[in-house]
């Protein structure tokens, strides 16, 4: 047990050692010789628990995603109505978008996806498991049932969740999150929304 604890902690290490490489470099520039000296170890030593650099980077990938979903599983631990469960989900997604760290992840994990079917493979099952989360969500809550309008109205959001954190990073303008998951409310529950409406006008 004790080196079984052993080997997660060390691989939880040379893990955070690569997202400390991504900060600088793009995933095609850094090689294992790089994520070993990052990680304080020896080529050997790193290939003794990432033997390859696909394996290395898939348990990125799949820890990275793992994180988001953790997100979306604590923040709606003992919600109760609907619309927090909705607005607490949105702002754990954002929160961790918002991170410039986890927008650098995101563009290299989707740039490997574009070049590797296997990874493409991994970030298009997480999408959608994503999609179907905040699917459920507005399912639950929306005045309009139009299964179509919940998908269409489900995939908005998380375009806007995922591109939120981007255009923050590129183009910051202090962004109040909060307008932004009270609008996505708004949209969850099938209201069309006019940025010249009294109503957006109020809010």
């Known amino acids: 047990m004790a080196n ?15 997202k400390n490489l991504l900060e600088n470099k793009v995933y095609s ?12 170890l020896s080529k050997g030593g790193l290939r003794h628990y ?3 650099k696909e394996e290395l980077h898939m348990a990125l990938i799949e820890d990275f995603f793992h994180q ?29 978008m918002l991170q410039k760290r986890n927008i650098k992840l ?9 070049e590797d079917p296997k990874i493409l493979a991994v970030i298009q099952s997480f999408l959608r498991n994503q999609l179907k989360t905040i699917e459920t969500i507005i399912s639950d809550s929306a005045e309009n049932k ?5 998908q269409f109205y489900g995939r908005i ?26 609008f996505l409310l708004k949209l969850s529950k099938g ?13």
Not at 146 to 150: G, L, P, Q, V
């Open 29 to 40: 520039q850094i090689s294992m010789e790089d994520v070993a000296a990052e990680a304080g």
């Open 4 to 18: 079984e604890q052993k080997s997660i902690e060390k691989k939880r290490h040379i893990l955070e050692s690569l």
């Open 146 to 150: 139009d299964e179509s309008n919940i």
């Open 157 to 182: 959001t998380q375009i806007i969740l995922l591109c939120a954190g981007l255009m923050e990073s590129l183009d910051p303008i202090k962004m109040d999150s909060v307008r932004v998951v009270e």
């Open 68 to 96: 988001i979903e953790e997100d979306l599983v604590f923040v709606m631990q003992g919600i109760d109505s609907d619309d927090k469960a909705f607005v607490s989900t949105l702002f754990g997604v954002e929160r961790f």
């Open 191 to 203: 209201k069309v929304i006019n940025p010249d409406s009294e109503d957006n006008q109020k809010s």
């Open 50 to 52: 990432f033997p390859t």
């Open 106 to 114: 995101l563009i290299n994990i989707i740039l490997y996806g574009f």
